[in-house]
């Protein structure tokens, strides 16, 4: 049987949220010292959302996102990451109205993406803290670096509306905003109640859901200068459950 799981303070108010309620905010101070990393580290990370790709799949037309799509498997009592063979994403359009229904190749992750000891350290540390709530003992974990630009035209983070990923769980971190207003994110209980309406803005800043329980959605956003560059980057984190080993 593996061994019990110690987590900090921190991580217990994370559970205790989740639990109780279904998704909780981390900002982004208190996730690097859970991490225990840096301005430097996030930096490093960041730098990898300068080499994705154009996402072609937008079923609306639009050329707005970039993207490269990875997958893990997790046993959380041990720390074992164990990269999966690449493949395409799909969802049903019953959860994306939008783009699903279709099998989405994208580029994979880059070995330096996959090897940040900053991710590394963050898809444990999550998976161990799903774990302590509804005792799974193996995750499939699907990593999407997205970037959406914002120019002479608007941005879409989340084009398909309020909705679920067909998770157990999912967390948006936010790595970089720029030159950008607007991208307000907000979670709803099962019922369509808005729960909560925050603007990620620092580095580090992760909104968790219990994708069982909640629904999410993201604002549009705009170019404050449409002359310069505008982005914003985020990584979205699905965990689901494994009945065993993929590989």
């Not at 900090?8 to 996730?31: F, K, P, W, Y």
């Not at 690449?86 to 099998?103: F, I, S």
């Not at 330096?112 to 974990?141: E, K, M, N």
Request: hydrophobic fraction near 35%.
């Amino acid at each position: 049987m593996p061994g019990n799981i110690v987590l900090n303070a921190d991580a217990r108010d994370v559970i205790q949220t989740l639990t109780d309620v279904g998704e909780h905010l981390v900002a982004g101070s208190t996730l690097s010292d859970i991490l225990g990393v840096g301005p430097e580290d996030w930096a490093r990370f960041a730098r990898n959302w300068d080499d994705l790709c154009l996402d072609t799949f937008m079923a609306d037309g639009g050329t707005y996102r970039s993207r490269r799509y990875g997958r893990f498997e997790l046993d959380p009592h041990t720390g074992e990451l164990t990269a999966l063979p690449h493949e395409p994403y799909r969802q049903e359009r019953y959860y994306n109205r939008l783009n699903g229904g279709v099998d989405r190749v994208y580029e994979p992750l880059t070995p330096a993406f996959a090897q940040d000891p900053l991710l590394q350290g963050l898809l444990v540390w999550l998976g161990q803290v799903f774990t302590t709530i509804d005792d799974t003992q193996r995750w499939l974990i699907k990593l999407h670096p997205v970037r959406i630009t914002a120019g002479a035209d608007i941005g879409k983070p989340a084009p398909e509306g309020r909705h679920r990923d067909g998770e157990t769980f999912v967390g948006s971190l936010l790595v970089d905003r720029l030159n950008i207003s607007g991208g307000e994110s907000s979670t709803y209980d099962e019922a369509g109640k808005r729960m909560r309406t925050v603007t990620l803005s620092e580095p580090g800043d992760l909104l968790l859901n219990d994708d069982q329980r909640t629904y999410h959605a993201v604002t549009p956003i705009e170019a404050v200068d449409k002359d310069q560059p505008a982005h914003r980057d985020v990584l979205v984190l699905n965990y689901s459950a494994l009945p065993g080993r993929l590989a």
